[in-house]
């Protein structure tokens, strides 16, 4: 059997429901790592659902014990065949955030897989049950097929990532040698848009840090006092403006990352933000000046001001506040000094006259990026594009945050995420799906992906 045969096979099985049903048995753990009654299920997700999946395509599977939190074990499964071919490390996760019963749609249940129309509802279709099930889905394709991969195989299932995925650079630091490989391929979050099928090599670090003024233990009467005492919300209000200016611009240089490469220019410069039918509109004067939008959501580093709280919002009185708080967050991309970031933050704010207001970073999970031009990167996109006869949308990195370090940096792999959902999924929200014409295109995707890994001659992968 070859290539285009072992696709179709894909699709004819798909197409018969079975990619629905075995989704279906997974949206129906209740795997909310975020709740404490969610916990149990996590372990059984892996041994009682994916273990004898994996145990399927001829892998010997494990649960890994979580060092930092117990309750959010990991499953390790491996299928060796030859020294001599490439080893790839698939990673996905089995939990899933709060199922928000309540707040669904009327005849839809999160635990529950729904089609409706083009959607299949249920928590975890998007994010990441369906996401890995699609991958699992494509290998067992192939191994029908040929008999064998033609690769070896890691796959690493995590139950935390919802949290934040406590424990899974210390995992990976543990068993390097358990999970060598020389290329992961993966997939999680949204392609750039539903039709357009994405590669993304990494993603923006993320940085939570809180702003506060302290200034007096107690609100004082503004008629008595307004004139002589500090306002502690507009000390800090001033303060975040000294960070960022109000057309999103961040003035502080320790906050600014390096010149966007060349090959990271080149991969954005086709690249579209926005346009579908859910989305915002983007604003074109919002960002640090002269980049395109593309550039300034992928390529650069913004400051958000998350939360802002001073005095009772929702019942005001004549009274300065003495105490305001904020919560800001830092996205960055690869070279941003997020080691001095603090002493960056502190320095800068002393020098503009608010030595006042105290900087504490909370969070914190470095920006990744596989060079775009690595080739791996190539061969991953002509593998897209011999599938669907055009060249997929690269990201040198997603906007968002994923815990990729854990791979690029403990493991030292290149990274590829092939994403099969999209921006309007209502992940992390009410009524979350997966759309099925996307579902079966990333079905032929990852068929024809994992088929050109396994070729002995014209599709072997690069080493």
């Known amino acids: 059997m070859q290539r285009a045969d072992t696709i179709d096979q894909a699709l004819a099985r798909f197409d018969a429901g079975e990619l629905f049903a075995e989704l279906a048995a997974r949206v129906a753990y209740r795997t909310e790592s975020n709740l404490a009654e969610g916990h149990p299920r996590l372990r059984a997700y892996l041994t009682d659902e994916l273990a004898p999946a994996l145990q399927a395509l001829g892998c010997r599977t494990r649960v890994a014990e979580n060092p930092v939190a117990p309750e959010c074990p990991l499953l390790i499964a491996t299928r060796h065949e030859s020294p001599d071919r490439p ?15 309540p707040r669904w749609r009327e005849g839809l249940d999160p635990w529950t897989l729904i089609a409706e129309s083009e959607r299949w509802y249920g928590r975890g279709s998007a994010d990441n049950k369906g996401q890995h099930t699609i991958d699992l889905f494509a290998l067992r394709e192939v191994l029908r097929a040929r008999g064998q991969l033609g690769f070896n195989l890691v796959v690493l ?4 990532e919802e949290r934040g995925s406590p424990g899974l650079v210390e995992v990976c630091e543990q068993l390097r040698d358990e999970l060598r490989a020389d290329v992961l391929i993966a997939s999680d979050g949204p392609r750039v848009r539903a039709d357009l099928p994405t590669l993304f090599l990494g993603s923006r670090g993320v940085t939570q840090f809180t702003l506060t003024a302290d200034l007096r233990p107690r609100d004082h009467h503004s008629g008595n006092w307004g004139g002589v005492l500090r306002n502690a919300a507009t000390t800090l209000a001033a303060a975040i403006a000294s960070l960022v200016d109000g057309q999103g611009r961040i003035l502080v240089p320790g906050l600014r990352p390096p010149v966007i490469p060349a090959s990271v220019r080149e991969a954005l410069a086709t690249v579209p933000v926005g346009g579908g039918a859910d989305d915002p509109a983007v604003d074109e004067d919002w960002g640090e000046p002269g980049l395109t939008p593309a550039e300034r959501l992928f390529g650069w580093n913004t400051v958000e001001v998350l939360a802002f709280l001073a005095g009772t919002p929702a019942s005001p009185v004549n009274a300065i506040p003495g105490r305001a708080e904020a919560t800001l967050q830092l996205r960055s991309v690869v070279g941003t000094d997020l080691a001095g970031l603090e002493a960056a933050l502190r320095e800068h704010l002393t020098q503009h006259g608010f030595p006042m207001v105290a900087v504490a970073v909370t969070e914190s999970r470095p920006p990744t990026r596989t060079d775009p031009d690595h080739p791996w990167v190539r061969w991953a996109a002509d593998s897209v594009a011999r599938t669907t006869g055009a060249a997929p949308v690269l990201l040198p990195n997603l906007g968002g945050t994923i ?52 070729e002995k001659d014209t599709g072997s992968a690069p080493k």
């Not at 299932?157 to 935390?160: C, L, P």
């Not at 990729?404 to 009524?431: K, M, R």
């Open 403 to 454: 815990p990729n370090d854990a791979f690029a940096e403990v493991l030292g792999v290149p990274t590829i995420w092939l994403p099969h959902s999209y921006p309007a999924c209502a992940q992390h929200a009410p009524d979350e799906h997966l759309l099925a014409p996307l579902a079966r295109e990333a079905t032929a995707i990852m068929t024809g992906l994992f088929w050109d890994l396994g």
């Open 87 to 101: 080893t790839v490390l698939l990673y996905g996760h089995g939990d899933v955030v709060n199922g928000e019963a």
């Open 157 to 160: 299932i995590e139950t935390g």
